[in-house]
C-alpha cells in the first residue's frame, strides 16, 4: 500500500482496530446464518506528505452497494450544517440565482435542496439507490460513480458549475490523484470546489476514533490537502473549522494559484503547534484509544452484571466502527434504537448482530440504560429520548465511558 497523495511506500502504522466487515451492510435474520466477510482496518501515517489514511482499500461496489442504507435527511444536525454552507457561499458571491452547483456523493439530495431553494440549479452525483429518493424529492440526480464519464455528461448537458461539493465524500473515494483529476475537469477558473471532511484534529482532540472506518480512506488535516491540491496546480483559498460530524474542515479550492486566507493559514500554523502531522501525537492518540476502549468495555460489563438491561441509541457507521472495536455485541447491548423511516430498522447489526429496532421501543421498554452510541451529537439527542419519554440512564461511551442521569 502506498500513500493515498504522494504515493510514499513506506508507511508506519498508527492504530490496528482489528478486522471488520463492511459497516454499513446490516444483515437480514437469514444473514445471521451465514459467514461474514472482515477486513483489516488499521490506520497508518505518511512521514513525507502527513497524511493519515487507511491501508486497506474495500471495493467501492461492496462498501456503497445499490441498496446502501444512510440517509442524509435523517440527520438534523447535517441539515443544518448544509443550510449554513449554502448560505455561506451564497453570502461570499460564489454563486448566484441560476448558476450550476453540482454535489458529488448527493446522497437524498439534502444539500441540494439548500441550494436549490436559494436559486441554485442544481445536480447530483450518486451511486447507490439513494439516487431516486433525490430525484422523485426533485433533485436532478445521475447514479453513477463519479468518473470522467460523468464529468462529460455534466458538461454536455448541464454546463460548468460555479460550484462543486464533495461532504463527507473527499475522503470516501479511492484513487486521490483520478478524483482530483475529474474534479479539476469539471471547473473553469470561477468555479470553487468546496469539500467537508472529518477533521483529524477533531479525531486526535476529542478522541473521536469511531470515525475511524472502511468508508473512510483519509483522515484529513489542512498540511496534506494543500500538498494534495498543489501537486494538480490547485489552490487552496480558504479553509475553516466546522461542528458537522463531531468536527469536520471545510477546505475551498479553485484552479491555478490563488493567495490562502488569513484563516486558513491560522489553521495550518495551529496544526503545526500541535505536531498533528508528527508520529509521536499519533502514537500518544493511539495509546488513549486501547485505554477508552477497555473502559467502555468494563463500564457495560459492570451494569449488565447488576441485570439491568441496555440498549442503544441510534445506529450509525460510527457506531458500529466502536462496536466492532471493542466487541461489543447482543449479549451487552439489547438492541440498538433507530430513528423512525430508518431503512436499518428490522436488521441487523454487521459483525456484532445487534438488532436495530424503532426508536419507540425504547420509550415501552424502559430499559435501565440507553447507550448514546452517536455521543458526538450526544446532548441534542439525550434531551430528545428524555423529551419522548425515556426515564432511565443514558451512557456516553466517549471521550471517557460515564453514566449521565
Known amino acids: 500500500m502506498r500513500c493515498q497523495i504522494c504515493g510514499n511506500p513506506k508507511l508506519s ?32 501515517f505518511c512521514n513525507i506528505c502527513g497524511l493519515s489514511q487507511l491501508d486497506y ?36 458571491g460564489h454563486y448566484k ?13 439534502t444539500l441540494l435542496q439548500q441550494f436549490k431553494k436559494r436559486g441554485a440549479k442544481v445536480v447530483g452525483i450518486e451511486p447507490t439507490n439513494v439516487a431516486k429518493i433525490a430525484n422523485k424529492s426533485g433533485i436532478p440526480t445521475l447514479q453513477h460513480y463519479f468518473n470522467a464519464g460523468t464529468v462529460k455528461d455534466i458538461r454536455k448537458k448541464y454546463g460548468t458549475p460555479r460550484v462543486i461539493a464533495a461532504t463527507n465524500v473527499f475522503a470516501h473515494i479511492n484513487d486521490t490523484a483520478g478524483l482530483v ?18 477533521y483529524l484534529r477533531d479525531m486526535v482532540e476529542k478522541f473521536a476514533f469511531d470515525t475511524i472506518y472502511n468508508e473512510h480512506l483519509r483522515y484529513y488535516g489542512l498540511k496534506p490537502m494543500i500538498h494534495l491540491f498543489a501537486l494538480h496546480n490547485m489552490s487552496v483559498i ?49 495509546k488513549r484509544v486501547h485505554d477508552a476502549k477497555h473502559n467502555f468495555v468494563a463500564l457495560l460489563t459492570k451494569l449488565k452484571k447488576t441485570g439491568a438491561r441496555i440498549a442503544g441509541i441510534t445506529s450509525a457507521g460510527r457506531s458500529n466502527a466502536l462496536l466492532g472495536f471493542t466487541k461489543i ?22 459483525g456484532t448482530h445487534i ?10 421498554d424502559q430499559p435501565e440504560y440507553a447507550v448514546v452510541l452517536s ?17 432511565g440512564k443514558f451512557v456516553l461511551p466517549l471521550p471517557v465511558a460515564r453514566v449521565v442521569r
Do not use: C
Open 13 to 44: 502504522l498508527v492504530l490496528s482496530l482489528g478486522h471488520q466487515p463492511v459497516l454499513q451492510e446490516y444483515l437480514t435474520e437469514e444473514k445471521l446464518q451465514e459467514p461474514e466477510v472482515t477486513y483489516p482496518l488499521n490506520l497508518v
Open 181 to 198: 483529476k475529474n474534479i479539476k475537469a469539471l471547473m473553469d477558473a470561477e468555479t470553487v470546489f468546496v469539500s467537508e471532511s472529518q
Open 355 to 364: 438488532p436495530v429496532v424503532d426508536e419507540e421501543q425504547l420509550i415501552q
Open 238 to 286: 480558504d479553509a475553516e473549522r466546522i461542528e458537522a460530524a463531531g468536527g469536520s474542515i471545510r477546505v475551498y479550492v479553485k484552479k491555478g494559484t490563488h493567495p490562502m486566507s488569513a484563516r486558513a493559514k491560522k489553521l495550518l500554523a495551529e496544526e503545526k503547534k500541535m505536531g498533528l502531522h508528527d508520529l509521536k501525537t499519533l502514537h500518544s492518540f493511539a
Open 57 to 92: 482499500i474495500i471495493d467501492p461496489k461492496l462498501v456503497f452497494m445499490p441498496h446502501y442504507p444512510y440517509r442524509t435527511g435523517l440527520t438534523l444536525m447535517l441539515v443544518r450544517n448544509f443550510d449554513s454552507l449554502a448560505e455561506t457561499m451564497h453570502e461570499a
Open 375 to 391: 455521543w458526538h451529537i450526544g446532548e441534542e439527542l439525550m434531551k430528545k429520548t428524555r423529551a419522548a419519554g425515556y426515564k
Open 329 to 350: 455485541n447482543n449479549t451487552l447491548l439489547d438492541y440498538n434504537a433507530e430513528k423512525k423511516g430508518s431503512p436499518k430498522i428490522g436488521m441487523y447489526t454487521p
Open 97 to 109: 440565482k441560476n448558476d450550476l452547483v453540482v454535489d458529488i456523493g448527493s446522497n437524498d439530495g
